[in-house]
């Protein structure tokens, strides 16, 4: 089946610093991934979308100049926390939309857990 | 506004018992409607889907039915194992694939 993996799967930061996540599909190319948030015992909370070659689409709320989000090619898609502070912290997990004969999917990759100290 | 609302965990049930897990949506028009999963340490997976009103989406003996009067997607499954032990989600589909997820039901079978 198709694989989505992320990079790195934990991080630990000084707050201030700036983060990158990387989103890889790893058997297919996508033109579209999507971004979520997961805090402890809750629901993935859509960030953002991110399109191959053009500007990713934030969700309401989500501040596009604290996540910085490049989808540069059809396999890779980063995020990019600036600034990190404490509240930042969180489950940062990535999908990649597959839209094929049998319909529209989306793989999700195993997330990256971020702290920022 | 769009939302999902899912049945608040944890459920613990014993092997072999029936398991229901109640989802519903508020949503304008007739969106996809999902059920993923999250076993302990993986990723993500979708279980099944229903596209359209009375579609009923089914897999690993898992079911729900999409039912536009009572605006719910509830999960059921006849005989649980102790290997479906994971977090149960509801989402809702939207325009350019967007998913919007429920807060997440945590399933534990012992046996």
């Known amino acids: 089946g198709a694989v989505v993996s992320q990079h790195p799967s934990w991080v630990i930061c000084k707050s201030g610093t700036s983060v990158k996540i990387e989103c890889r599909s790893l058997?297919?190319?996508?033109?579209?991934m999507f971004w979520y948030r997961q805090f402890p015992k809750q629901s993935l909370m859509l960030m953002a979308t991110?399109?191959?070659?053009?500007?990713?689409?934030?969700e309401q709320g989500v501040e596009k100049d604290k996540f910085l989000i490049n989808h540069a090619s059809l396999t890779l898609s980063t995020l990019t926390v600036t600034s990190a502070h404490p509240e930042d912290s969180s489950f940062y997990i990535c999908?990649?939309?597959?839209?094929?004969?049998?319909?529209?999917?989306?793989?999700f990759g195993p997330g990256t857990r971020l702290t920022v100290l | 506004g769009d939302s999902v609302t899912q049945m608040e965990g944890p459920v613990t049930l014993s092997e072999e018992a029936f398991l229901t897990i109640n989802c519903t949506y508020t949503?304008?028009?007739?969106?996809?409607l999902f059920w993923y999963v999250q076993y302990p340490g993986e990723g993500l997976q979708l279980l099944l889907k229903?596209?359209?009103?009375?579609d009923k989406g089914s897999n690993k003996g898992f079911e729900a039915t999409y039912r536009k009067e009572t605006t719910s997607f509830h999960l059921e499954k006849g005989s649980v194992q102790v290997s479906d032990s994971a977090v149960y989600f509801c989402?809702?589909?939207?325009?350019?694939?967007?998913?919007?997820f429920g807060r997440g039901t945590q399933l534990t079978v012992w046996p």
């Open positions: 999908s990649a939309r597959v839209r094929g004969g049998l319909g529209d999917t989306q793989y």
């Open positions: 949503a304008t028009g007739y969106p996809s």
């Open positions: 229903a596209t359209k009103a009375d």
């Open positions: 989402v809702r589909g939207s325009t350019l694939g967007r998913l919007y």
């Open positions: 991110s399109n191959e070659g053009s500007k990713a689409t934030y």
């Open positions: 058997d297919f190319q996508a033109t579209t």
